[in-house]
């Protein structure tokens, strides 16, 4: 019996679904496919396209940022199967929660302490095991989703996972960066209003 292992540590939605598919779809004979991923959503991603193809899988937690998932090949017609359009991620959507972020630094006092602050908090707010809904910003927090930014990949990572990032498309014009927009969209006041408004709770850093 073939045994494929598929590393895919450290890549976020839908890399590990599209390596783990193109294992299979390689496949000559039945076999395993050992998948390994850092994180809950790219397991579930992945028990679900084993599912929708017909085949047994089960998922093992090594450690807090190991997991695998090993999905049972017991089809000859596997590259049949296993194709790499049916490969649709399903964004981890837990919470209800809009984050508001109107400014580029955190607190009032120092700008240069005020945005490792910042940088600080949305990378502790990527780790969380509930992420926000949404994460809007506006004003000087416009230039926090921009090129330069020290919070793009943090920002990237939770976008990969389902989060809605929408930046005000008035505040990135009037600092002349919207076209250096890395990360989420553009998005108007009315939308920012509907969303605060519609929100289940709201955090504003």
């Not at 895919?8 to 294992?23: D, F, M, N, S, Y």
């Not at 076999?31 to 047994?56: C, I, P, S, Y």
């Amino acid at each position: 019996m073939a045994a494929i292992k598929v590393d895919a540590l450290g890549e976020q939605c839908p890399i590990p679904v599209v390596k783990a598919t193109r294992a299979i779809a390689g496949m000559t004979e039945p076999g395993l496919v050992e998948v390994h991923v850092d994180n809950e959503t790219a397991v579930q991603n992945l028990l679900r396209m084993a599912a929708g193809k017909g085949f047994a899988a089960k998922s093992e937690k090594k450690d807090e940022k190991h997991f695998v998932v090993t999905v049972d090949v017991d089809r000859t017609d596997a590259a049949a199967e296993a194709k790499p359009e049916e490969t649709a991620c399903v964004p981890d959507l837990r919470g209800s929660t809009v984050v508001a972020v109107g400014t580029a630094t955190m607190g009032v006092g120092s700008d240069e302490l005020g945005a490792t602050l910042m940088k600080g908090f949305l990378y502790a707010l990527s780790q969380q095991d509930e992420l926000p809904k949404t994460i809007l910003f506006y004003n000087g927090g416009a230039k926090l989703t921009t090129e330069g930014s020290a919070s793009i990949e943090d920002l990237r990572t939770m976008e990969a996972q389902g989060v809605e990032i929408l930046t005000c498309g008035t505040c990135l014009d009037y600092y002349g960066v919207k076209d250096k927009l890395q990360v989420g969209g553009v998005t108007n006041m009315y939308a920012i209003v509907e969303k605060l408004t519609k929100a289940a709770k709201v955090i504003k850093p």
